[in-house]
């Protein structure tokens, strides 16, 4: 059974660098699309962007200007990195992995964790 | 962007009631569109994918139709466990996008 985990800082200063990685467990990280996902608290969930195994990329166009997403294959992580973080960025940090050879459609996601922006 | 819109927001039904959801999309997503349960505290968790297709393990109470703009999910009969908010999204165009979700209450 294939399990994700998020690791990373909880607390972030404004204007900081949000930098979060995800260590795939119990199944290789190659041949599947990774996602980054979050969800504010209390609210709906919004799709940051997905890095396929190989390494190429596709993000948000709202979010496009900050964000980075890379790839560890011989690690088996994937990592998100966003800039200019303000409080609207704070979120529960979802990663993801795509359905077969569907980027979009995420079947196993790792239990989440909670980045709060502040100063 | 295409928006999803969901309804109703709540739901309240009691176990063993069916439930019927809605998700209608601003333009065609074709079957493109997925639902997804999510319990307080959890990540989301795939029910269906492109429509109709349950997921692995998913109940066969669970059940999804709809093309074009208009999609529902239906769960036969109520489980306690069923209890949670739902979402729809879909993955025709980019940014995938989800809906604003139903919450099923007791």
């Known amino acids: 059974q294939v399990q994700l985990q998020e690791s990373g800082p909880g607390l972030v200063k404004p204007s900081e660098t949000l930098s979060l990685t995800c260590t795939v467990s119990?199944?290789?990280?190659?041949?599947?699309?990774w996602s980054w996902i979050r969800q504010p608290p209390g609210k709906g969930l919004e799709w940051i962007g997905y890095?396929?195994?190989?390494?190429?990329?596709n993000y948000n166009p709202s979010l496009e200007s900050r964000v980075t997403i890379s790839v560890d294959t011989s690690k088996n992580q994937f990592s998100l990195k966003l800039t200019s973080v303000t409080a609207a960025d704070t979120a529960v940090y979802y990663c993801?992995?795509?359905?077969?050879?569907?980027?979009?459609?995420?079947?196993?996601w790792g239990q989440g964790t909670l980045v709060t922006v502040s100063s | 962007e295409i928006v999803l819109t969901q309804s109703p927001a709540t739901l309240s039904l009691s176990p063993g009631e069916r439930a019927t959801l809605s998700c209608r999309a601003s333009q065609s997503v074709s079957s493109y569109l997925a639902w997804y349960q999510q319990k307080p505290g959890q990540a989301p968790r795939l029910l269906i994918y492109d429509a109709s297709n349950r997921a692995t393990g998913i109940p066969a109470r669970f059940s999804g139709s709809g093309s074009g703009t208009d999609f529902t999910l239906t769960i036969s009969s109520l489980e306690p466990e069923d209890f949670a908010v739902y979402y729809c999204?879909?993955?025709?165009?980019?940014?995938?996008?989800f809906g604003g979700g139903t919450r099923v209450e007791i």
């Open positions: 993801a992995r795509g359905l077969n050879n569907d980027a979009y459609t995420n079947d196993f």
């Open positions: 119990g199944g290789s990280i190659s041949s599947y699309y």
């Open positions: 999204q879909q993955r025709t165009n980019w940014p995938p996008t």
């Open positions: 890095i396929y195994y190989s390494g190429s990329t």
